[in-house]
């Protein structure tokens, strides 16, 4: 337990029986679906805190629609549903580290590295030409997500990309 004078960015709360993530003043989201709703406390005010687990874990490979990770320190193997992964799957690629929250087991949430580098598997060649914005085009990486890009990225080249927001960074 809490008080709200405690409450700070990243810690996950248990209301109703529903997990919630402390994002930003009076500002809570929910772990399982996602939704931020405005929530104010009075002061002084008793929270359940609840306890995650986050265990650093390699991204083994995909079965069905299940993710399948190891724990680097105990090499236990859960597997992650889709769903729970959500829109890191676009960045995830086999051996690399993600973060894992479990509470009482049940897997909550995939946190990413804020960057990560991969292949541009396809683009087509940048025209340069008159244009009223700057120069972008699609491209598909390596792990099928595709995202824009400067008009000089070629196909095969590494790129960094902003796992938060899907945003080119710049070449690897």
Do not use: H
Request: aromatic share 8%; net charge negative.
């Amino acid at each position: 337990m809490a008080t709200t004078n405690d409450l700070k960015n990243g810690m996950t709360l248990n209301l109703d029986g529903q997990l919630w993530n402390v994002v930003d003043f009076q500002q809570l989201k929910n772990i399982l679906s996602g939704k931020v709703v405005d929530r104010t406390f009075n002061a002084g005010v008793k929270v359940d805190v609840a306890t995650v687990d986050r265990r650093e874990m390699q991204y083994l490979y995909r079965e069905g629609e299940d993710f399948v990770f190891m724990d680097v320190q105990d090499y236990d193997q859960p597997r992650i549903p889709a769903d729970t992964v959500g829109s890191a799957a676009s960045y995830l690629l086999e051996d690399q580290t993600a973060v894992v929250a479990f509470n009482e087991g049940t897997p909550l949430y995939v946190e990413l590295p804020a960057a990560v580098e991969l292949t541009v598997r396809q683009t087509d060649p940048g025209v340069q030409g008159d244009r009223s914005t700057g120069g972008t085009k699609p491209a598909t990486l390596e792990t099928g997500v595709q995202i824009q890009v400067p008009l000089f990225i070629t196909t095969g080249e590494k790129i960094k990309v902003d796992t938060r927001t899907g945003d080119y960074l710049g070449r690897a």
